[in-house]
C-alpha cells in the first residue's frame, strides 16, 4: 500500500523505498519474520540483469567519444564523496566506513550488498543511500520545471503484466540463476549481483539475448529487497538514523553541490542541456537516475554512459577506498564474510552496536 502511495507520487524507486518503509515499522515495533536468503539472492541477480539491460551499444559509443572528460567527472564526483564520508567518519558521526559506502555515487541497492559485504552496516548505508534518492528527485523535478522549463515528467501508466517474450525471458532468468550461482559460489563480494550483470550486459550488448525484465518481476524483487533491509533495523538503529540526519543531510546537499559544478563544466565543454548534465553527474543512484532519465526530455544514452562508467569504477576501487579510510580511522574491515559465519556476523553486530551507543 504504502509503495503504491509513492508510486502515484511519482517518486524514483518507490517500489522499494515503501517496502523498506513498511519493513523497518515491522522490524522497530518487534516483528520477527525475516526474508529467505534464496529470495534476497534471486532479487540480487534480479537487479544484476536490469542494470546489464541498460548497457548498450549507444552508450558505449557516447562514452567512447567523450571519455577524457567522462574520466574526469567521475573521478572528481567519486574523490568528493570519499572525502565527506571519511569526514563523517571522522567526526565520529558514523561507525567505520559506513560513511563512506552510504555516500558511494553508485546503484543504490548493489552499494548495499557491497558494503554489507566489507563490514559496514547496511542500514545505515540505505538509509543514506535512499535520503540521497529522495533529494536527487526533488532536485531533478525542480530542475526540470523551474530552470531548463522542461515540462515536468510525464506519467507513464505501468502494464504490470505484459505479453512476454517467452525464449527472450527464459534467456533472462537463466542469465539470472546460473550468474547468481556463480557469484555465491565464487564468493566475489556482491557477486549474486555482480556476476548476471556483467555476463547478462556482454550477451545484451552485443545483440546475443535480449533482456526481459516483466515489472512484475522487478517490484518483487524491489519488494525482497526493501524488506531484507527495512527488518533489520532496530529502535537503537533508527534512532541512531534520525540524530544524524542533520548532518548526513548536509553532506549530501555539499555532494550534490559539487556534482551540479562539474554538470556545469559539461555544459560549457560539451554542450549538453543542464538536465542532462546534472542527471549525468547526479550522486543518486545509477538505478534511480535511470528511471528519471527515462521519463524526462534528455539525452539519455549520455546520461547512462557516465553514470555506468562512474558506477564500474566505484565497484572495482570502492572496496580500497573503504580500507583506506578504515585505516586512517584506526578501523579494521574484516575480510568478505562467508556463507554461516554467525560468529563473525554476531561480532560485527556487536561493534555496531557498541559503536552506536
Same mark, same amino acid.
Given at each position: 500500500?504504502?509503495?503504491?502511495?509513492?508510486?502515484?507520487?511519482?517518486?524514483?524507486?518507490?517500489?522499494?523505498?515503501?517496502?523498506?518503509?513498511?519493513?523497518?515499522?515491522?522490524?522497530?515495533?518487534?516483528?520477527?519474520?525475516?526474508?529467505?536468503?534464496?529470495?534476497?539472492?534471486?532479487?540480487?541477480?534480479?537487479?544484476?540483469?536490469?542494470?546489464?539491460?541498460?548497457?548498450?551499444?549507444?552508450?558505449?559509443?557516447?562514452?567512447?567519444?567523450?571519455?577524457?572528460?567522462?574520466?574526469?567527472?567521475?573521478?572528481?564526483?567519486?574523490?568528493?564523496?570519499?572525502?565527506?564520508?571519511?569526514?563523517?567518519?571522522?567526526?565520529?558521526?558514523?561507525?567505520?566506513?559506513?560513511?563512506?559506502?552510504?555516500?558511494?555515487?553508485?546503484?543504490?541497492?548493489?552499494?548495499?550488498?557491497?558494503?554489507?559485504?566489507?563490514?559496514?552496516?547496511?542500514?545505515?548505508?540505505?538509509?543514506?543511500?535512499?535520503?540521497?534518492? %529522495?533529494?536527487?528527485?526533488?532536485?531533478?523535478?525542480?530542475?526540470?520545471?523551474?530552470?531548463?522549463?522542461?515540462?515536468?515528467?510525464?506519467?507513464?501508466?505501468?502494464?504490470?503484466?505484459?505479453?512476454?517474450?517467452?525464449?527472450?525471458?527464459?534467456?533472462?532468468?537463466?542469465?539470472?540463476?546460473?550468474?547468481?550461482?556463480?557469484?555465491?559460489?565464487?564468493?566475489?563480494?556482491?557477486? %549474486?549481483?555482480?556476476?548476471?550483470?556483467?555476463?547478462?550486459?556482454? /550477451?545484451?550488448?552485443?545483440?546475443?539475448?535480449?533482456?526481459?525484465?516483466?515489472?512484475?518481476?522487478?517490484?518483487?524483487?524491489?519488494?525482497?529487497?526493501?524488506?531484507?533491509?527495512?527488518?533489520?533495523?532496530?529502535?537503537?538503529?533508527?534512532?541512531?538514523?534520525?540524530?544524524?540526519?542533520?548532518?548526513?543531510?548536509?553532506?549530501?546537499?555539499?555532494?550534490? /553541490?559539487?556534482?551540479?559544478?562539474?554538470?556545469?563544466?559539461?555544459?560549457?565543454? %560539451?554542450?549538453?542541456?543542464?538536465?542532462?548534465?546534472?542527471?549525468?553527474?547526479?550522486?543518486?543512484?545509477?538505478?534511480?537516475?535511470?528511471?528519471?532519465?527515462?521519463?524526462?526530455?534528455?539525452?539519455?544514452?549520455?546520461?547512462?554512459? /557516465?553514470?555506468?562508467?562512474?558506477?564500474?569504477?566505484?565497484? /572495482?576501487?570502492?572496496?580500497?577506498?573503504?580500507?583506506?579510510?578504515?585505516?586512517?580511522?584506526?578501523?579494521?574491515?574484516?575480510?568478505?564474510?562467508?556463507?554461516?559465519?554467525?560468529?563473525?556476523?554476531?561480532?560485527?553486530?556487536?561493534?555496531?552496536?557498541?559503536?552506536?551507543?
Amino acid at each position: 500500500m504504502l509503495s503504491g502511495l509513492l508510486e502515484l507520487a511519482g517518486l524514483p524507486a518507490a517500489l522499494l523505498l515503501g517496502a523498506m518503509v513498511a519493513a523497518i515499522l515491522v522490524g522497530t515495533n518487534g516483528g520477527t519474520v525475516r526474508v529467505p536468503r534464496i529470495l534476497y539472492y534471486a532479487a540480487q541477480a534480479v537487479i544484476g540483469c536490469m542494470i546489464a539491460r541498460a548497457i548498450t551499444p549507444a552508450i558505449v559509443g557516447t562514452f567512447l567519444k567523450d571519455w577524457p572528460l567522462f574520466i574526469s567527472v567521475m573521478l572528481g564526483v567519486v574523490v568528493a564523496s570519499s572525502l565527506l564520508g571519511w569526514g563523517l567518519g571522522r567526526l565520529g558521526i558514523l561507525p567505520g566506513t559506513t560513511a563512506v559506502w552510504g555516500l558511494s555515487p553508485g546503484a543504490a541497492s548493489v552499494m548495499m550488498v557491497m558494503a554489507e559485504e566489507y563490514g559496514a552496516d547496511p542500514r545505515l548505508v540505505a538509509f543514506m543511500q535512499y535520503l540521497r534518492v %529522495v533529494f536527487v528527485a526533488i532536485a531533478a523535478s525542480v530542475i526540470a520545471r523551474f530552470v531548463v522549463h522542461a515540462h515536468g515528467t510525464v506519467a507513464t501508466q505501468i502494464i504490470w503484466f505484459p505479453p512476454l517474450h517467452w525464449l527472450s525471458f527464459g534467456e533472462t532468468v537463466a542469465i539470472g540463476l546460473i550468474g547468481g550461482i556463480v557469484g555465491r559460489l565464487s564468493r566475489i563480494p556482491g557477486g %549474486v549481483v555482480l556476476v548476471p550483470m556483467f555476463a547478462g550486459a556482454s /550477451l545484451h550488448g552485443t545483440n546475443l539475448v535480449t533482456i526481459e525484465l516483466p515489472p512484475w518481476l522487478l517490484a518483487m524483487s524491489y519488494a525482497f529487497l526493501g524488506w531484507n533491509i527495512g527488518l533489520g533495523f532496530t529502535r537503537d538503529i533508527l534512532g541512531h538514523a534520525v540524530r544524524v540526519l542533520p548532518q548526513v543531510t548536509l553532506a549530501i546537499i555539499a555532494l550534490m /553541490l559539487i556534482c551540479g559544478g562539474l554538470a556545469l563544466v559539461l555544459v560549457e565543454t %560539451v554542450g549538453v542541456d543542464p538536465l542532462t548534465a546534472y542527471l549525468a553527474t547526479s550522486p543518486g543512484g545509477m538505478d534511480s537516475v535511470a528511471i528519471i532519465a527515462a521519463s524526462t526530455k534528455v539525452d539519455v544514452p549520455f546520461v547512462l554512459a /557516465l553514470q555506468i562508467v562512474r558506477f564500474m569504477v566505484v565497484l /572495482l576501487i570502492g572496496p580500497f577506498i573503504s580500507r583506506f579510510v578504515a585505516s586512517q580511522l584506526g578501523h579494521q574491515v574484516p575480510a568478505p564474510e562467508k556463507e554461516g559465519d554467525s560468529a563473525t556476523a554476531l561480532a560485527r553486530v556487536k561493534e555496531d552496536e557498541a559503536e552506536l551507543d
